[in-house]
């Protein structure tokens, strides 16, 4: 069964630092780039991070880079492991953060930071930060 499982999530204070992972089952995952969304009530699904098949190209939302990095462990049989280390919290990060597959192009990267480009949706883990 395909399936992406989101942990890491918590209550922070501003400045802090914390890593999520998700970990993606099944092997077709190795030639899909995994992001990272994250939402909060009333506002449109924001892309945060993504990065391609090989781990070799990332990208970033204008709002986080510098701060946030996404890393990916293509681990042996048929789980994958994306990360998204987030550093410098701000109480404007606080959201439900989703991992997700999606449209690869020729390089194995993402095509668009369109959510609709991202098929397979993780449950989320929740992200508070506190000033």
């Known amino acids: 069964q395909v399936q992406l499982v989101e942990s890491g999530g918590g209550l922070v204070q501003s400045g802090d630092s914390l890593r999520l992972s998700c970990v993606a089952h099944?092997?077709?995952?190795?030639?899909?780039?995994l992001a990272w969304f994250r939402h909060t009530p009333g506002k449109e699904r924001e892309f945060v991070a993504a990065?391609?098949?090989?781990?070799?190209?990332?990208?970033?939302?204008d709002s986080v880079s510098g701060r946030f990095a996404i890393s990916r462990d293509n681990g042996e049989n048929t789980k994958n492991t994306v990360y998204l280390q987030m550093n410098r919290l701000k109480p404007e990060d606080t959201a439900g953060y989703y991992c997700?597959?999606?449209?690869?192009?020729?390089?194995?990267?993402?095509?668009?930071?369109?959510?609709?480009?991202?098929?397979?949706w993780g449950q989320g883990t929740q992200v508070t930060v506190f000033s």
């Open positions: 997700a597959a999606c449209r690869a192009d020729i390089l194995g990267s993402i095509t668009s930071t369109d959510p609709a480009t991202c098929d397979v």
């Open positions: 099944g092997r077709t995952f190795m030639n899909r780039p």
């Open positions: 990065i391609s098949t090989r781990g070799d190209l990332t990208y970033y939302g």
